[in-house]
């Protein structure tokens, strides 16, 4: 069995490095896992997932959680791209920001779909207050007056439409 305690990666040639303690013995050893599976253009999950089943390497990775792996190997895509790779810190696969505001998710797979649904989940569940929570208020009443459009449609006046 193996523990991983660092993982990172290296941009030329891209390859995963994972520190890990071999639990028998307990040295840390280092091990490089070339992606040569992955292109610009490449599905990062599908690039995980191969990479978790795989024979070779899969044992090493089994600790290592999804999400943290496809930041990893967003950041060598992002290099790959030209894009400065810590850019992955501003992308939807991290928590706290699972969805870019400008981003279109009507153009998604169903697997990358799922996963962001899966992040949006993750960070609902982490803001959420519940009953027992020390910050839980019971039937909490908000007034927002910031910003607030006048429309016609909420004025209590007479006004009716004729047609009707």
Same mark, same amino acid.
């Given at each position: ?20 303690? $071999?639990?028998?013995? =307990? ?19 599908? $690039? @995980?997932?191969?990479?978790?089943? +795989?024979? !070779? ?7 290592? +959680?999804? +999400? ?23 992308? +939807? ?6 969805? !870019? ?14 996963? !962001? ?24 009443? @908000? ?8 429309? =016609? ?12």
């Amino acid at each position: 069995m193996f523990t991983p305690r660092k993982c990172g990666v290296k941009f030329d040639p891209p390859t995963l490095v994972v520190y890990y303690e $071999a639990n028998p013995s =307990g040295k840390l050893h280092k091990r490089s896992m070339p992606l040569r599976m992955l292109r610009k253009n490449s599905s990062i999950s599908d $690039a @995980v997932q191969e990479l978790k089943k +795989s024979s !070779r390497h899969g044992k090493y990775l089994e600790k290592i +959680s999804v +999400s943290q792996l496809e930041k990893l190997l967003t950041m060598i895509q992002n290099k790959m791209k030209g894009l400065d790779p810590m850019q992955a810190r501003d992308t +939807s696969t991290l928590p706290g920001n699972s969805m !870019r505001s400008h981003e279109d998710l009507n153009k998604l797979d169903d697997h990358e779909l799922n996963r !962001r649904k899966a992040d949006m989940d993750k960070e609902f569940e982490k803001n959420r207050i519940r009953p027992g929570d020390e910050d839980f208020v019971y039937d909490k009443e @908000v007034e927002f007056n910031e910003g607030k459009i006048e429309s =016609g449609w909420d004025e209590d006046d007479d006004y009716s439409d004729p047609d009707f």
